[in-house]
Nanobody
Framework: QVRLHDSGGGFQQAGGSLRLSCAAS????????VGWFRRAIGREREFVAS?????????YADDSDRARFTISRNNAENMAYLQMNSLKPEDTAVYYC??????????????WGQGTQVTVSS
């Protein structure tokens, strides 16, 4: 099973940008899809974006996320990323990367990172 470590969170003002990173080890990262999820205080965990094993397919939660966020991966380096632009206070949450061993990015996601906090001030 692939092990994931996510990082890159922090504090940012509204309108700013952050890039989250997901480092993988063990397992078969290159054949796994990767997803990003987030959980805000008082809310359920929600899907943000995912990318198939070869990067050929990407999925986003909604049009707003698609316009502001970009998910990508580098299989040679066992890394995945979530570039977040035009951040809003409502993007404040703990963000998690996850792996889908099925490879398509549609779940289920069976390996999870520990989470990285993103805080956006207004």
């Amino acid at each position: 099973q692939v092990r994931l470590h996510d990082s890159g969170g922090g504090f940012q003002q509204a309108g700013g940008s952050l890039r989250l990173s997901c480092a993988a080890s063990g397992g078969t990262f290159s054949s796994s899809a990767v997803g990003w999820f987030r959980r805000a205080i008082g809310r359920e965990r929600e899907f943000v974006a995912s990318i198939s094993w070869n990067g050929g397919q990407t999925y986003y939660a909604d049009d707003s996320d698609r316009a502001r966020f970009t998910i990508s991966r580098n299989n040679a380096e066992n890394m995945a990323y979530l570039q977040m632009n035009s951040l809003k206070p409502e993007d404040t949450a703990v963000y998690y990367c996850a792996a889908d061993s099925g490879g398509r990015g549609l779940g289920p996601f069976d390996s999870w990172g520990q989470g990285t906090q993103v805080t956006v001030s207004s």
